[in-house]
């Protein structure tokens, strides 16, 4: 059973980092596609970062653009979203999310198959 485990949520201030952390198991990682989601109170989930695994490319929401990172970690199936400069509109319920590449497609509005449970970021000033 795919099993997608994030950890790395917390509460920082306004400015600050946090890295979020998307373990991924049962998966063929090496052909998957990878993104990161959040979703705030009374607001749509949106995509905020993918990573194609096989080729490195990766997209960013507007809003996250020089401020996110993500990146992957082969050896430990683990995709990372490191997050600075940190806003109050940052705070969401992040979710890790995957599927198998098809067509080489993996970008932000790609239908993802399964995903996590959510580690939540919250930002105070």
């Known amino acids: 059973q795919v099993r997608l485990e994030e950890s790395g949520g917390g509460s920082v201030q306004t400015g600050g980092s946090l890295r979020l952390s998307c373990a991924l198991s049962?998966?063929?990682?090496?052909?998957?596609?990878m993104g990161w989601f959040r979703q705030a109170p009374g607001k749509e989930r949106e995509a905020v970062a993918t990573i194609h695994i096989g080729t490195g490319t990766t997209h960013y929401a507007d809003s996250v653009k020089g401020r996110f990172t993500i990146s992957q970690d082969g050896a430990k199936m683990t995709a990372l979203l490191q997050m600075n400069s940190l806003k109050a509109e940052d705070t969401a319920l992040y979710y890790c999310?995957?599927?198998?590449?098809?067509?080489?497609?993996?970008?932000?509005?790609?239908?993802?198959?399964?995903w996590g449970q959510g580690t939540q970021v919250t930002v105070s000033s």
């Open positions: 999310a995957a599927r198998a590449v098809v067509n080489s497609l993996c970008g932000l509005r790609t239908l993802f198959e399964d």
């Open positions: 049962q998966y063929d990682f090496a052909t998957a596609c």
